[in-house]
């Protein structure tokens, strides 16, 4: 029992060369003591006795020893390994990126995009890496649309404005669908309409009319009507961005004085475009040049309040009523040598607020493209009935 627990208390290698150099060396000092005694008996000489217990004492110094050389190297030598526990495996977590990259949906952000995108590129792991990756890449579009429209709110351009819309109607996630949309729609700019740009023809009461869509057709656009117009009346409807930035639908008729009835009938094809392209009701803007101009006053004397801008030129009216002004903004415009010009200035003043006139130098025909100025058009642009 004592062996046994002796055996186990340490290293076994160490146990048995210790227990057997016991057992030496307990023979080792039987021998000596047998030596002693033949001695004694004088069956041994001196000499032979001498040499035989030195033999004997250095054959047990090196049995003592040798335990305590196994035992010291093997403690310097050996590296102790501790085999109770397996190695630890420690492996990138990929759920908080997966978590962020969900939450991405939501928000959109370039910058979180970015963030995220330059965390997964550290990773060592390429399978993780590359699933992380194409995960983050789906939304790249949708991430690049977002940034578009956010650009749009200081830089607006109709045209991406157009295109932008026009993706966001592809795309089949419902979720980013409705994110984008909410989005865009902030900027108050209408939804783009299903038809194709061009000019469209008519005929009401023996009134051939012309509507003009522009390149980028939206909803709750301004409408241009130009009463008997000019050849550069058609060069804007063909390319108002040679005028300004901004689009809008376009409404002439053909050459000739109207009537007051024809007029009226006018009103309902205007009534029908805006109701046809969606135009916004408070953004109609009507101007004319001479019988043109004549036919402006007119057309705001019988349907005062419904248009948002009128900028009559080189005419007057004899009944010139200035309370159908309240709502339409004015702006007259004579040539330098019409007697018109004072007229106009009369008309505005009678009207009041921001209602102006102006003069161009000339004679009547010098004025009939003056609506194209720059300053103009855009002021007209800018009208709405509040």
Known sequence: MLMDNFLGSGNNLINIVTIGSIIVIGIILLNILSLALKYNKRQLKLDVFYNKLILNLSLAIIVIVIPFVINNSDSVESIPVDNSKEKEIITFNPEPLKNRISLLKQSLSLEEYNKIESEINNITDLMIKNDLIS?????KVYV????TIENLKTSYDIEKYYNTYKEIEKINDNDIKSKLNTNIMSLNKGVPLNINSGTRSGKVSNITYYEVVPRHPLTNMPLIVVMQPYDCHASLAENSS????EEFFFLTSDVGPYNDNMLKDFKKIIDSTVSKYNINRNKIIITGHSNGGLSTLKMVSFFPNYFAAAVPISSTIPDFRASAYAKT?????CASQESCATTMKEYASRIGGNARSSVVSGGHGDSGCAFLDRNVLEWALAQEIK
């Open 144 to 147: 690049d649309l977002n940034e």
């Open 242 to 245: 040679r005028y300004t930035k």
């Open 329 to 333: 903004a004015f702006w007259g415009i």
């Open 135 to 139: 995960e983050l890449g789906s939304l």
